[in-house]
């Protein structure tokens, strides 16, 4: 039973900081690629950073430099480091497990980050 639970998410100010964590279970953690997406009022849901098994990572432009992306097999959870915050961040943040085309397979249910301004 695929399992993923997100965490984390809350009200700051514009500038302010948060941590995500999305955690796993009942699948090999290891071996695949985890991503976060949100989703903002009235819009669709868009990528936000994966990271690979191995590690790589990728950022969507609209937060490079500001999020960073980070995996703890030992724990089967991935962070989400969310640093300089903007009102449009303000989303309902999922993770999702991905397939070998990077496609999600499998969503956690979402945690809520509102940046006021």
């Known amino acids: 039973d695929v399992q993923l639970q997100a965490s984390g998410g809350g009200l700051v100010q514009t500038g302010g900081s948060l941590r995500l964590s999305c955690v796993a279970s009942?699948?090999?953690?290891?071996?695949?690629?985890i991503g976060w997406f949100r989703q903002a009022p009235g819009k669709e849901r868009e990528v936000v950073s994966c990271i690979s098994d191995d590690g790589a990572t990728f950022y969507d432009d609209s937060v490079k430099g500001r999020f960073t992306i980070a995996r703890d097999n030992t724990k089967k959870t991935v962070y989400l480091q969310l640093s300089s915050l903007k009102p449009e961040d303000t989303a309902v943040y999922y993770c999702?497990?991905?397939?070998?085309?990077?496609?999600?397979?499998?969503w956690g249910q979402g945690t809520l980050v509102t940046v006021s301004s």
């Open positions: 999702a497990a991905l397939s070998g085309s990077w496609s999600p397979i499998s």
């Open positions: 009942g699948f090999n953690f290891d071996d695949y690629a």
